[in-house]
């Protein structure tokens, strides 16, 4: 579905991607881990289309990203979920979905979608006419989660979703991702700090460091890893 051939981003004439080939198939769930400043987010950004590629090329069920414009790529079926949420304070919970609605194709199954959106996360239900600025960090992420969903996705990016959220909240969160992949076989791409989590919740995994992909394999392999142990599961 996705496939990342040789990408290299460039900031300020440093690497911040350097030569990166990853790919998720459709129907995973694949993880990406890596310290701060490993370039984890650039490349959801590259993705997304909001920063340039100096070369290599990135594909999405066949078709070149580079082609198309990034305000097209959620047309495409790509949702973005931000680091740091990005909700738009000023609106309502319920104006914010809507939003999200923009790229479906078929613009009858907003409601519906919006309808399924509050079945996984009822309080976003309960605080549907409150801005979303006033909602709790938790409550914004899960709002920033949904606002993808809306648009019937055929690939979630999550980049941080567990950035500055209680740990109570983050397990309903991950749950709520696994059901996802589990049962509508959503396919997923995230980038976690929490790398325990990460590698259980994904079916495969990468490990991005100072640009580059560093370790790539199955959960299981990952998890046996020494060097990852050592540098993300001890302690």
Known sequence: MLKL???VVRYGGLAAIQDVS??????????????NGAGKTTLFKAISGTVPLVSGEIWFE??????????????LGIAHVPEGRQV???????ENLLLGTEALARRENASRNIDYAYSLFPILAERR?????????????MLAISRGLVSSPKLLMLDEPSMGI??????QIFEILRRLHREDKLTILMVEQRATEAIEACERGYVLSTGK????GSRAELLANAKIRNAYLVG
Not at 22 to 32: D, H, K, L, P, T
Not at 129 to 141: I, K, M, P, V
Not at 166 to 171: E, M
């Open 88 to 94: 738009f304070s000023e609106l309502t919970v319920k």
């Open 129 to 141: 006419a409150q801005q979303a600025g006033t909602l709790s960090g938790g409550e914004q992420q």
């Open 5 to 7: 051939d040789s990408v």
């Open 166 to 171: 209680a740990p109570t909240i983050v397990d």
């Open 22 to 35: 990853i790919a998720v198939r459709e129907g995973e769930f694949v993880s990406i881990l890596g310290p």
């Open 62 to 75: 066949g078709a070149r990203l580079s082609a198309i414009k990034p305000a097209a790529r959620p047309h």
């Open 213 to 216: 992909v560093v370790i790539e």
